[in-house]
């Protein structure tokens, strides 16, 4: 058996910066800044008494509404604030924050810009294969992109408990693979689907991962015999 698996990158360095050099134009600087800021803009406006239904009910993504003409909704799901607690919504707009600017340090703004267009899209074909999405999944492909890059920044949990953001990518990852097992076909798909930005960018990570445990199994293996 060939210790490396032979595989071409989606995003190969000389793909990318032919994409780079064609559509830098498009490039929004500090994206997760905006996306932030809707955020807590929606989150606002949905206290807002004079404001029924509220705002966050014309974001959500319906592809039945969306095929009869609300195509902003295509979009607009990004912005729904992760969650209703006036405590915790600052606590996950800054790590939000956190996470998409590291990426873009890290990347640069254009590379960032994709990753977060990949994440739409694959979110995008699972809400149409599903009926339903939300930004959750997009969310968590930025945690899991930071977790691989800055697998031991520490942060504090519930305000009193630090933890390594790679243990806290262990849960999730598990969680994701339970919930990959349990679910009907369709969401299977959908639950792939949807994390497709982090297929694209880190399949090289992944592939190395499995390099590595075919090099250690073999070793073992020819140490026993």
């Not at 095929?67 to 909704?73: H, K, S, V």
């Amino acid at each position: 058996m060939p210790s490396k698996i032979p595989f071409k990158m989606p995003f190969s360095p000389d793909r990318f910066s032919e994409l780079e050099r064609r559509f830098r134009r498009y490039t929004i600087s500090n994206l997760m800044l905006y996306v932030v800021a809707a955020m807590g803009v929606v989150f606002v406006m949905d206290f807002l008494p004079i404001i029924r239904p509220s705002i966050s009910h014309f974001f959500h993504f319906n592809r039945q509404l969306i095929l009869q003409g609300q195509i902003w909704r295509i979009a607009t799901f990004a912005f729904l604030p992760p969650s209703a607690s006036p405590i915790f919504i600052l606590f996950s707009l800054y790590f939000y924050w956190l996470m998409g600017s590291s990426l873009e340090n890290r990347w640069g703004s254009f590379k960032f810009n994709l990753f977060y267009l990949c994440g739409m899209i694959g979110t995008i074909l699972a809400g149409m294969i599903t009926g339903f999405a939300t930004n959750s999944y997009l969310n968590l492909s930025l945690f899991f992109a930071f977790a691989i890059l800055y697998p031991n920044v520490e942060i504090t949990l519930f305000f009193m408990l630090p933890i390594k953001v790679k243990y806290l990518a262990y849960l999730n990852a598990a969680f994701f693979l339970y919930s990959l097992m349990t679910v009907p076909l369709t969401d299977k798909a959908a639950l792939i689907v949807s994390l497709l930005n982090i297929i694209l960018f880190f399949w090289r990570d992944f592939i190395g991962l499995i390099n590595q445990w075919n090099r250690r199994r073999q070793f073992r293996d020819a140490w026993r015999r």
